[in-house]
């Protein structure tokens, strides 16, 4: 049973760039997750999909932050222009539940390098 | 005020050793709590859940405080395959997760 599948596994990028980062949830999952992971900050919570549906994007850094779900197994996490404070582990989670609990199941990560 | 703090440690025990990592949490309507355990360059996954009247799934066992708003993590006979970062972790009804920043264990023989 494939995980939550996340690419690239790695991407460096020159400031100014657009970068775009990809997620498959696993199958049958409602919920989408996207956190970003940094040594400073921990593990902080970006946006959260329910059924395909924005419902919490409080941490979106700014508008040059975007993320879409146009389907129930496609995520996007779009960061325009890049900045070298964007470099961290993005993560993507996905749940059969509402929120995650502990029915959360993260992908491998992205771990994002901006010049 | 952070969410959920921990200390980041890191905490170096010799194997064999009993180890106790607490966590606190400033939103009183927080209802599920977790324990995530992530290994180095590796994505967190579920340690064990917290249960109100305290849980045990064999050397660990997770305590709960509603009332300090506390949470605690107690490895026994710590091994080697214990070296890890240990994430405190709260949610309300319907919200996504809060993570904590993560406590370093290191375990040596």
């Known amino acids: 049973d494939a995980g939550v599948i996340q690419s690239p596994r790695h991407e460096v990028t020159e400031m100014g760039q657009e970068v775009t980062l990809r997620c498959k949830p696993i199958s049958g999952h409602n919920s989408l997750f996207w956190y970003r992971q940094t040594m400073m900050r921990g593990l902080e919570l970006l946006i959260y999909f329910n059924n395909n549906v924005p419902i919490d994007d409080s941490g979106m850094p700014e508008d040059r932050f975007s993320a879409k779900m146009p389907n129930a197994s496609f995520s996007t996490l779009k960061i325009q222009p890049s900045e070298p404070r964007d470099s961290a582990v993005y993560f993507c989670?996905?749940?059969?539940?509402?929120?995650?609990?502990?029915?959360?199941?993260f992908g491998s990560g992205t771990q994002l390098s901006v010049l | 005020r952070k969410e959920v703090e921990q200390d980041p440690g890191p905490f170096n025990v010799p194997e064999g050793a009993t180890v106790a990592f607490n966590c606190t949490y400033s939103?009183?309507?927080?209802?599920?709590f977790f324990w995530y355990r992530q290994d180095c360059r590796k994505e967190p996954k579920l340690l064990m859940s917290v249960y109100s009247s305290g849980n045990e799934d064999g050397r660990f066992t997770a305590q709960l405080n509603r009332a300090s708003q506390y949470i605690s993590l107690l490895i026994r006979d710590s091994k080697l395959s214990d070296s890890a970062t240990y994430l405190c972790?709260?949610?309300?009804?319907?919200?996504?997760?809060?993570f904590g920043k993560g406590t370093t264990l290191s375990v040596s023989s």
């Open positions: 972790v709260v949610n309300q009804a319907g919200t996504a997760l809060i």
């Open positions: 939103n009183s309507a927080s209802q599920s």
């Open positions: 989670a996905s749940s059969p539940r509402t929120g995650g609990g502990e029915k959360l199941f």
